[in-house]
């Protein structure tokens, strides 16, 4: 009330030619509810989704909420959180209540559908302590329990030397049959990269993008999984910081890409490398994911999907309700457990991987390299046996030289 009598004031004597005018005063977003009405968590939700959506609710470094993030936390927030918790005013509480729903919903869910919930709302909450609104937050200290199957990371599945083989020689095959260059560069790409999908669809031509001179990736930008308001496919900024980053290819996956660009027509710098012929942008979930489901099966990495004719036998007869046991995205982990298995060291995979913590390619890949911790012992002694023979090489030079 004072600030605002201050600010009439000023006001006033502005009007009178006395002083200057003074700011506009500062509009607070706040949330629309009856009077004397408490806060609920389903206020706070709501009002978090409708920020991120409209740019005014922005993540800590300042940033707009890329598309995938506002969905996620939506359906976080409107599937798990709201239903159960969403009446409940955001002041009375608790780390204790906000433990109980982890857990409660790790138990009867999973693991993972906790963690997503309880981070949205963490976020949902720290903005209603932006607003004065608490005090702090009670997810503070909240923790949610490891899987018990697979702990805090699940092995990736991968493709060995030989099933990648397989894979390639059987997206060649597929480009011939429907006289089209896409799923051989595609998949080599990726392969041989580690990019994710979304970045090698908003891969484009030249020094700053795929670089065919120097055999090197630059990612700039990844395409989004989801039209925007207006149809389109958007592209977006990298992942993270960490994300934008160059990658080396090797010569034979460089010639495989220099072959797609002259069987393309050699588009020009700043062209899609892979797009449809009118040059948009590729749906993720249209002719790529039709593509790698077509061509893991031919290459034998994937079951068939059941016959028409077998529709209605019972899921577990034909086999319906398998997942699939290679994914697009295990490209991307095999080019990191291949990179590990030649030799590569767990900072430099996750530089290429666009990963910030190291630590992280070693929980979610090093399961792939048994024989390596199987032989750690033989390695060992190897080592230790070249760097005594090698000093025993220097002391006799250094007689002889005498």
């Not at 891969?203 to 990736?217: N, Q, S």
């Not at 893991?296 to 994937?302: Q, S």
């Amino acid at each position: 009330m004072h600030e605002a009598l201050a600010w009439q004031a000023q006001a006033l004597s502005a009007t009178a030619g006395l002083a200057a005018a003074p700011e506009p005063p500062r509009r607070r977003t706040v949330i629309s509810q009856a009077p004397g009405r408490a806060v609920t968590v389903e206020d706070a939700a709501r009002r978090l989704v409708k920020g991120m959506a409209n740019g005014t609710v922005r993540d800590k470094n300042g940033h707009d909420y890329k598309p995938s993030v506002l969905r996620k936390y939506e359906a976080a927030l409107r599937l798990n959180v709201v239903p159960t918790i969403g009446a409940v005013p955001i002041a009375s509480l608790t780390q204790g209540d906000v433990q109980r729903f982890a857990d409660e919903l790790a138990a009867q869910r999973s693991p993972e559908h906790a963690r997503q919930a309880l981070t949205a709302l963490r976020v949902a909450l720290r903005l209603s302590t932006s607003y004065g609104e608490l005090d702090g937050s009670p997810c503070s200290g909240v923790t949610v329990p490891a899987s018990r199957e697979h702990g805090d990371e699940r092995p990736a599945r991968f493709l060995d030397a030989a099933e990648a083989r397989r894979l390639l020689d059987a997206a060649e095959a597929d480009d011939v049959k429907h006289e089209r260059s896409f799923a051989l560069p595609f998949f080599a790409i990726l392969l041989g990269s580690g990019l994710r999908s979304g970045e090698a669809l908003a891969l484009r031509y030249g020094p700053d993008g795929l670089d065919l001179a120097d055999g090197l990736v630059h990612v700039r930008g990844t395409l989004d999984r989801h039209r925007d308001a207006d149809g389109n496919y958007r592209e977006l900024a990298p992942k993270s910081r960490s994300s934008r980053r160059t990658i080396p290819l090797a010569s034979t996956d460089t010639g495989i890409l220099r072959a797609h660009h002259a069987a393309t027509g050699n588009p020009t710098d700043g062209t899609l490398v892979f797009a449809y012929a009118d040059g948009k942008p590729l749906a993720a979930y249209g002719l790529p994911r039709d593509t790698f489901h077509r061509v893991t099966v031919a290459a034998g990495l994937n079951p068939a999907p059941p016959k028409k004719a077998d529709s209605t036998r019972p899921a577990s007869v034909t086999g319906a309700s398998q997942e699939p046991t290679v994914t697009i995205h295990s490209l991307r982990h095999t080019y990191a457990t291949h990179a590990l298995a030649a030799g590569m060291t767990a900072h430099a995979v996750a530089q290429l991987l666009g990963h910030a913590d190291a630590a992280l390619v070693w929980r979610r890949y090093g399961h792939a390299l048994p024989d390596e911790v199987a032989l750690a012992g033989v390695t060992l002694s190897a080592w230790r046996e070249s760097v005594e023979t090698d000093g025993l090489a220097r002391r006799l030079a250094r007689g002889t030289s005498s």
